[in-house]
């Protein structure tokens, strides 16, 4: 039985990793040890499930043998019992063995940078940058997800022209990716006397926190310049030089930090961000190269993609990539958005299997 195969060779990798994580050699290679130890925590839920589909195998044989010499009725009847309970758990778990099975991109497990920017709209665009930046605090607050600011640069009246944070929690890149792209609201701007609709945008980018492991950074290759933080109005927010701005000179890639007190932590910050861009731009051709099979992965690899809309008038959420509309836009809008990713996850896992029969 092929599923059975294909489990027997998992759960047999799984145990030599184990073992290798008790050789001291690994242990005292760090980059080893932690792609070890990457991989023995992603293989350890497919072995678990493997366990109990196999004790149900075993039961259901157990309870068949029953049926087929077993003369007592009353046996016959628990037998009989067991099977009915028995089998629908059986294909449940093989439903959930497939679905395990389905090769993860290797970035899901990491921590998310998530940079939002207002578009067109002027004023209301960074307002709703700003409404959407609570919308991910609350969801991030709501699974116990740590949430960073790297850099802020205010609207004039309120929200965003731009706001980059870090989203440190357990497969945070693979839940949030989902919300790359642009996203649109409809509604009658605070600035608007006629009442009228408007439409205004902002775009969502989310990487994939890269580690050191990941990118090599050279201390020749990069620029860095410090200057004192602004606060909203051009105020200086403090008179120390410690705010940092990174110039990456190879690829022109800049960054800056400047939320914290202290120059080294937003030197730590902006490395982060730094790095994580430069894994991006080669993570970007993987991420083209699927997002033209996949429409629940466009936004990732076009970031020019409309993913979704936010109509107040009818208090309406769509997301265009799998025609989902919901009528619940004050609770999304509040951080309730785990419906929405949930239905990506599955639309995309759907994908994945059809890739996998495919192939």
Do not use: W
């Given at each position: 039985m092929e599923i059975l195969d294909k489990l027997e060779i998992i759960k047999n990798r799984w145990e030599e990793i184990g073992e290798q994580m008790n050789d001291p050699e690994v242990m005292s290679d760090v980059k080893r040890f932690v792609k070890l130890n990457k991989d023995y925590r992603e293989l350890e839920p497919i072995v678990n499930t493997y366990k109990e589909y196999k004790?149900?195998?075993?039961?259901?044989?157990?309870?068949?043998?029953?049926?087929?010499?077993?003369?007592?009725?009353?046996?016959?009847?628990?037998?009989?019992?067991?099977?009915?309970?028995?089998?629908?758990?059986k294909e449940k778990l093989e439903e959930e063995i497939r679905i395990l099975l389905i090769p993860k991109d290797p970035q899901d497990e990491k921590n998310a940078i998530v940079e939002i920017r207002a578009g067109t709209g002027g004023d209301?665009?960074?307002?709703?940058?700003?409404?959407l930046f609570r919308m991910y605090q609350k969801f991030c607050e709501s699974k116990k997800w740590k949430v960073d600011i790297v850099s802020i640069s205010e609207g004039t009246s309120g929200g965003f022209k731009e706001i980059v944070f870090n989203v440190t929690g357990n497969g945070a890149y693979g839940t949030m990716k989902f919300e790359?792209?642009?996203h649109r609201v409809q509604r009658v701007p605070k600035t608007e006397t006629q009442g009228r609709i408007h439409t205004s945008a902002a775009s969502v980018a989310v990487?994939?926190?890269a580690d050191e492991f990941d990118i090599e950074l050279h201390d020749k290759d990069i620029r860095k310049d410090t200057y004192c933080s602004s606060g909203?109005?051009?105020?200086?927010?403090?008179t120390?030089?410690?705010?940092?701005?990174?110039?990456?000179?190879?690829?022109?890639?800049?960054?800056?930090?400047?939320?914290?007190?202290?120059?080294?932590?937003?030197?730590a910050k902006a490395m982060k961000v730094l790095r994580s861009r430069l894994y991006e731009r080669e993570h970007a051709k993987y991420l083209e190269e699927i997002s033209s099979k996949r429409k629940t992965m466009v936004s990732t690899g076009d970031r020019s993609a409309k993913i979704r809309t936010y109509n107040w008038p009818q208090g309406r959420v769509t997301d265009h990539r799998i025609n989902l509309t919901l009528y619940n836009l004050n609770a999304i809008i509040d951080g309730d958005i785990q419906e929405?990713?949930?239905?990506?996850?599955m639309a995309e896992n759907a994908e994945k299997l059809k890739d996998e029969v495919g192939g």
């Open positions: 004790n149900i195998l075993g039961n259901i044989e157990n309870a068949k043998e029953v049926l087929d010499t077993e003369k007592d009725p009353e046996f016959r009847e628990m037998a009989k019992e067991e099977l009915e309970e028995l089998i629908p758990k209301e665009a960074s307002i709703f940058a700003g409404d790359s792209g642009v990487l994939p926190e909203p109005g051009g105020q200086s927010v403090n120390t030089y410690s705010a940092i701005r990174l110039t990456h000179i190879p690829t022109g890639i800049v960054v800056t930090c400047q939320d914290e007190k202290s120059q080294l932590k937003n030197l929405i990713i949930d239905k990506l996850q």
